[in-house]
């Protein structure tokens, strides 16, 4: 492929991204200015088109500084990508389970893809035979692959507690004479938490996502209960205990919430969190098709500025010491990224990650599940649909026009097929709004690496 750089800036710092290889390097205003002609201008025209803002011989500097990195392949390298796209094709391991226990909530989240717990169905819970099952057929499934992974995803988990402490148990009783090591995460509103189900989950669990939107006014607009009123006041301390918990023994959390066009100033929200001492945020934008809290056009610049006042205080508070924490899309390691085949298919969805539904059914991934083309089976026929299989083997970034070309490519992978899906009706087409919201933090991301050196920055990637 041939080469392709990105430069542009970030506060003080001008910087330039050489796309195929990842290097990544500050430059100054010169070379920044170079850049616009370099390689559809002879010297002598660039030289041209740049005097009286710099002298000829700063100018010929620069030229042959540039054609040194490319000489080295760091910048406009070139790269062949045949291979890892047949890597993407011919892989058919599960590594991955999300087990849907519960398709119900004890909220009613206005924003809820999930249809608010039931997914357009019935309001059911997974049985333990469920989850035994889906152990299993993840194991025969898994191919040689030691480290798998179970989500429990609802709806809201904890409401078949009973059913996750089954799959745990089951799990860690065959994983020695299957060969695996299963991991686990659980993502909970909080609501249920209890001293004794913290210390079970935190015992078990190798993540713990837990969901809160910000500050109570925000989070109880859009997070309430089934009577209608606010969650804010029930789950804070609750949180409090489970981050503290996770802290004390350097185990991974995170606390999740959305942001919509209702807090726009969302900065103010990852600053509440932060506040209450949970270093560990994610803040996402919300995604649906329909709905007065939607982000809508030209509300992309405001949130811009949110991101940019997110970094700075990000980097205030990393240098001071005080209420430190750091953001989950700025956690990019610009060091010692995902490998290929990740930057080419992302979550692996519909090939290596699946959901599990209470009933046993299996889609790609939880926000597939109940649309009938993407049934792929169930855990109990230990069957998938090739043809799905290989309709999402053939998924990738470079299958979808509008992303092969884009300079963002290989860190946010085409988007989330999902969303493609809902939004546009064709997962090789991205939504708009993701994209150009990804790129934002993508750049400052890249920057944080640079100016903190950030190797504490968590990898996003999981094994490969």
Same mark, same amino acid.
């Given at each position: 492929?041939?080469?392709?750089?990105?430069?542009?800036?970030?506060?003080?710092?001008?910087?330039?991204?050489?796309?195929?290889?990842?290097?990544?390097?500050?430059?100054?205003?010169?070379?920044?200015?170079?850049?616009?002609?370099?390689?559809?201008?002879?010297?002598?025209?660039?030289?041209?088109?740049?005097?009286?803002?710099?002298?000829?011989?700063?100018?010929?500097?620069?030229?042959?500084?540039?054609?040194?990195?490319?000489?080295?392949?760091?910048?406009?390298?070139?790269?062949?990508?045949?291979?890892?796209?047949?890597?993407?094709?011919?892989?058919?391991?599960?590594?991955? @389970?999300? &087990?849907?226990?519960?398709?119900?909530? $004890?909220?009613?989240? !206005?924003?809820?893809?999930?249809?608010? #717990?039931? %997914?357009?169905?019935?309001?059911?819970?997974?049985?333990?035979?469920?989850?035994?099952?889906?152990?299993?057929?993840?194991?025969?499934?898994?191919?040689?692959?030691?480290?798998?992974?179970?989500?429990?995803?609802?709806?809201?988990?904890?409401m078949a507690l009973d059913t996750i402490?089954?799959?745990?148990?089951?799990?860690?009783?065959?994983?020695?004479?299957?060969?695996?090591?299963?991991?686990?995460?659980?993502?909970?509103?909080?609501?249920?938490?209890?001293?004794?189900?913290?210390?079970?989950?935190?015992?078990?669990?190798?993540?713990?996502? @837990?969901? &809160?939107?910000?500050?109570?006014?925000? $989070?109880?607009?859009? !997070?309430?209960?089934?009577?209608?009123? #606010?969650? %804010?006041?029930?789950?804070?301390?609750?949180?409090?205990?489970?981050?503290?918990?996770?802290?004390?023994?350097?185990?991974?959390?995170?606390?999740?919430?959305?942001?919509?066009?209702?807090?726009?100033?969302?900065?103010?929200?990852?600053?509440?969190?932060?506040?209450?001492?949970?270093?560990?945020?994610?803040?996402?934008?919300?995604?649906?098709?329909?709905?007065?809290?939607?982000?809508?056009?030209?509300?992309?610049?405001?949130?811009?500025?949110?991101?940019e006042m997110i970094a700075r205080e990000?980097?205030?508070?990393?240098?001071?010491?005080?209420?430190?924490?750091?953001?989950?899309?700025?956690?990019v390691n610009i060091y010692h990224g995902?490998?290929?085949?990740?930057?080419?298919?992302?979550?692996?969805?519909?090939?290596?990650?699946?959901?599990?539904?209470?009933?046993?059914?299996?889609?790609?991934?939880?926000?597939?599940?109940?649309?009938?083309?993407?049934?792929?089976?169930?855990?109990?026929?230990?069957?998938?649909?090739?043809?799905?299989?290989?309709?999402?083997?053939?998924?990738?970034?470079?299958?979808?026009?509008?992303?092969?070309?884009?300079?963002?490519?290989?860190?946010?992978?085409?988007?989330?097929?999902?969303?493609?899906?809902?939004?546009?009706?064709?997962?090789?087409?991205?939504?708009?709004?993701?994209?150009?919201?990804?790129?934002?933090?993508?750049?400052?991301?890249?920057?944080?690496?640079?100016?903190?050196?950030?190797?504490?920055?968590?990898?996003?990637?999981?094994?490969?």
């Amino acid at each position: 492929m041939t080469g392709q750089i990105h430069k542009f800036r970030v506060f003080d710092k001008n910087i330039v991204l050489d796309v195929n290889s990842g290097s990544v390097f500050e430059i100054d205003d010169l070379v920044y200015d170079v850049l616009d002609y370099y390689g559809k201008y002879s010297a002598e025209d660039i030289v041209s088109k740049l005097n009286g803002r710099y002298e000829t011989s700063e100018i010929l500097d620069a030229l042959s500084e540039i054609d040194e990195l490319k000489g080295g392949q760091m910048l406009y390298s070139e790269a062949d990508f045949s291979s890892a796209i047949k890597q993407v094709q011919g892989r058919k391991y599960v590594k991955a @389970l999300c &087990l849907n226990v519960a398709h119900d909530c $004890n909220l009613r989240c !206005r924003y809820c893809f999930a249809a608010r #717990g039931d %997914y357009h169905g019935k309001r059911e819970l997974m049985s333990k035979e469920v989850g035994r099952n889906a152990v299993d057929f993840l194991v025969g499934h898994s191919g040689n692959i030691e480290n798998l992974e179970i989500d429990f995803f609802g709806g809201e988990p904890l409401m078949a507690l009973d059913t996750i402490r089954e799959v745990v148990s089951y799990a860690r009783n065959i994983e020695e004479k299957a060969g695996k090591k299963f991991h686990f995460t659980v993502t909970t509103n909080a609501v249920l938490l209890n001293d004794e189900t913290m210390n079970f989950l935190h015992k078990n669990m190798d993540n713990i996502v @837990l969901s &809160l939107d910000g500050r109570k006014e925000v $989070n109880d607009y859009m !997070r309430v209960r089934v009577d209608g009123s #606010g969650s %804010y006041d029930k789950i804070v301390e609750n949180i409090r205990k489970m981050v503290a918990l996770r802290k004390k023994d350097w185990k991974d959390y995170y606390v999740r919430g959305t942001f919509t066009s209702k807090n726009l100033d969302f900065a103010e929200d990852v600053f509440h969190l932060a506040d209450m001492g949970f270093g560990e945020i994610s803040l996402e934008p919300v995604v649906g098709r329909e709905g007065d809290f939607l982000l809508a056009c030209g509300d992309e610049e405001i949130v811009y500025r949110q991101y940019e006042m997110i970094a700075r205080e990000y980097l205030k508070r990393k240098n001071s010491g005080k209420n430190p924490f750091r953001f989950y899309h700025f956690n990019v390691n610009i060091y010692h990224g995902p490998c290929i085949y990740k930057r080419l298919a992302a979550c692996g969805a519909g090939r290596e990650y699946l959901a599990v539904t209470p009933n046993g059914d299996i889609y790609p991934c939880h926000q597939f599940v109940g649309l009938a083309e993407f049934h792929m089976g169930n855990v109990f026929d230990k069957k998938l649909s090739e043809k799905i299989i290989e309709r999402f083997q053939e998924t990738h970034v470079f299958s979808k026009s509008e992303c092969s070309g884009c300079w963002a490519r290989f860190y946010c992978s085409g988007g989330c097929n999902a969303v493609n899906f809902q939004i546009n009706g064709d997962m090789n087409k991205p939504y708009d709004m993701t994209c150009k919201l990804q790129k934002k933090r993508i750049e400052i991301a890249i920057y944080l690496g640079m100016v903190g050196n950030d190797q504490d920055a968590k990898q996003v990637s999981t094994l490969c």
